[in-house]
């Protein structure tokens, strides 16, 4: 799906956001139409997200979890022996990628595969030095104000004309 609207000019003034508008113009997505594995997108606080996935059928050892910077990819390959002759297969055992962009600073903190339902804990956690900090203004007695500042001077200036 594509928009109707011109990202030209925010990307004639913008730098490093890339990404972002092509994820816009292409209506959020990052690939192809994904639709499997179903997942669910929680946020069980500010900063605190959880991305529940079900795969139902695959065992730990056929799913990898693969997080890079901003980007976090969860796939399946099912290792199919050919022991079993099926009258009906109704549970998918297709392979399968999802991908998920992460924001700035969100971390995975782990995982975990109960009942046929993969758990991925994301946490977004700002390093101290770009947190916001209050800066304490030095109110010392050798400063000058401005105004007394401006005194001197006009009593330098007299004093030098006379």
Do not use: C, W
């Amino acid at each position: 799906m594509r928009t109707n609207f011109d990202f030209a000019p925010f990307r004639r003034s913008t730098v490093g956001f890339d990404r972002l508008f092509e994820m816009l113009e292409n209506g959020g997505t990052t690939g192809g139409a994904e639709s499997f594995p179903p997942f669910n997108l929680e946020q069980d606080g500010p900063d605190h997200y959880r991305i529940t996935l079900a795969v139902a059928g695959f065992r730990q050892e056929e799913i990898d979890i693969t997080a890079q910077q901003n980007l976090l990819v969860v796939s399946g390959r099912k290792q199919d022996n050919g022991e079993r002759h099926y009258v009906h297969r109704g549970i998918a055992t297709r392979s399968f990628e999802r991908r998920f962009v992460l924001g700035d600073y969100v971390q995975v903190k782990g995982a975990d595969l109960r009942d046929g339902l993969l758990s991925i804990e994301l946490a977004r956690e700002i390093p101290e030095a770009m947190k916001p900090r209050k800066i304490a203004i030095d109110g010392g007695t050798a400063q000058v104000s401005i105004g007394e500042q401006r005194a001197q001077n006009e009593n330098n200036d007299q004093q030098a004309a006379a």
